[in-house]
T-cell receptor, first 114, second 113 residues
Framework: EADIYQTPRYLVIGTGKKITLECSQT?????MYWYQQDPGMELHLIHY???????EKGDLSSESTVSRIRTEHFPLTLESARPSHTSQYLC?????????????FGSGTQLSVL | KNEVEQSPQNLTAQEGEFITINCSYS?????LHWLQQHPGGGIVSLFM???GKKKHGRLIATINIQEKHSSLHITASHPRDSAVYIC???????????????FGKGTHLIIQP
């Protein structure tokens, strides 16, 4: 069912490298989100967007940045990766809140920073 | 701050058993989601509830707004149901969007053949 795509699926990089995690959806959703999830722990919101040129930081402090130049594309960038950034990153989009509210998730990017 | 607690944290059962996973939260909500996360990370939305009960196949979700509690039931469980089941709630007055959604840590379910 998923029409939301994340790349890469796995990424192992060295400290100090700049990386961009890609997320695209073909459903025309205005709302998109980035979550961070450590093993056995809950999802934490790091960024969200309500539409083109709209981005906000989430509850969890993050050194990453996002952009939303096109409705379908919501990339996340780390300018200088550190071992503390090792985690799983999940991209999501949603239908508007209300009776038909529903979340759609990508398959995630497992990031390891050495 | 809304707290979301799930129980049990881990559950191992035999194929065919009736499964119940619980979710409790601490503040008023406008919506509650049940999500399924398979090994490898992908998450699928199962239900969104604001009241009552919903059924889809072998899955049933119920919510009691007064008691701030929801349950997810699986009938005739099967090994392919093995996954992490996550409860997420949207607090009242959050204005919608992602800023009002709080996630539980999930229940890790294993169904043995």
């Amino acid at each position: 069912e998923a029409d939301i795509y994340q790349t890469p699926r796995y990424l192992v990089i060295g400290t100090g490298k700049k990386i961009t995690l890609e997320c695209s959806q073909t459903m025309g959703h205005d709302k998109m989100y980035w979550y961070q999830q450590d093993p056995g722990m809950e999802l934490h919101l790091i960024h969200y967007s309500y539409g083109v040129n709209s981005t906000e930081k989430g509850d969890l402090s993050s050194e990453s940045t996002v952009s939303r130049i096109r409705t379908e594309h919501f990339p996340l960038t780390l300018e200088s990766a550190r071992p503390s950034h090792t985690s799983q990153y999940l991209c999501a989009s949603s239908l508007p809140t209300g009776v038909n509210e529903k979340l759609f998730f990508g398959s995630g990017t497992q990031l390891s920073v050495l | 701050k809304n707290e979301v607690e799930q129980s049990p944290q881990n559950l191992t059962a035999q194929e065919g058993e009736f499964i119940t996973i619980n979710c409790s939260y601490s503040v008023g909500i406008s919506a509650l989601h049940w999500l399924q996360q398979h090994p490898g990370g992908g998450i699928v939305s199962l239900f969104m509830l604001s009241s009552g009960k919903k059924k889809h196949g072998r899955l049933i979700a119920t919510i009691n707004i007064q008691e701030k509690h929801s349950s997810l039931h699986i009938t005739a469980s099967h090994p392919r149901d093995s996954a992490v089941y996550i409860c997420a709630v949207r607090s009242l007055g959050s204005g919608g969007g992602a800023d009002g959604l709080t996630f539980g840590k999930g229940t890790h379910l294993i169904i043995q053949p």
